[in-house]
């Protein structure tokens, strides 16, 4: 595994959260859950310097107050729950990819030639993680990854994202609902119950 850096949340604040501090080592995961608009897309968007915020995110010895939002962005990558695409076809935002990766996810190559027009938004939501994955952050912060996908398919992305992050040791927070997904690929857990994140029952530390 790489020798990346861990990310580190130093009363990282924003709305109504309480201030948050954790440090994520390389290649773990951490799960977060909470009820529909408790805050965890906004946390993501405040690690991402993406709206302002109380406190500091570092990643090893960089602070986020340091660099360029696009810079902080290319090395902490949000993939967000609805993906963005700018061009007409896959192959135009997936120029960096691992064949292996498409081939990981149930593609064929010939998915670069596709109309970005034609994909379902469970395919999107795949291409979207070979995307962010291709550029080759340092830690990764996802927004419910595998919503919109049927259960064998949730496993399949499960299984590879698990295999890429300890690859690659990317330090990573991971919003998800589902109990049963958050006990396969969490190496923590916290939930936010009412402005505190929390540990559940049985959580370490």
């Given amino acids: 595994m790489p020798a990346n850096d861990a990310l580190h949340l130093d009363r990282l604040r924003i709305g109504d959260l309480d201030a948050v501090s954790l440090t994520l080592a390389p290649g773990e995961i951490l799960c977060l859950s909470g009820t529909s608009g408790s805050g965890k897309s906004r946390l993501l968007r405040a690690v991402a310097d993406l709206e302002p915020h109380d406190g500091e995110a570092w990643l090893g010895g960089t602070a986020q107050s340091s660099v360029a939002g696009h810079q902080w962005r290319a090395r902490v990558m949000l993939v967000p729950a609805e993906s963005h695409w700018w061009a007409d ?76 992050i300890r690859e690659r040791g990317w330090p990573v927070i991971w919003v998800a609902h589902d109990p049963a997904q958050i006990a396969r690929v969490a190496d923590h857990h916290r939930h936010i119950v009412g402005h505190r994140l929390v540990k559940e029952v049985g959580e370490w530390a």
């Fill in 89 to 164: 076809t896959v192959g135009e935002h997936l120029a960096d990819a691992r064949p292996a990766d498409l081939v990981a996810l149930g593609f064929t190559p010939e998915v670069l030639d596709w109309q970005v027009s034609r994909l379902s938004s469970g395919e999107q939501q795949r291409l979207a993680l070979v995307r962010a994955l291709s550029r080759e952050p340092s830690a990764l912060l996802l927004d419910e990854p595998t919503a919109n996908l049927d259960d064998a398919t949730t496993r399949r992305v499960e299984s590879w994202l698990k295999a890429r």
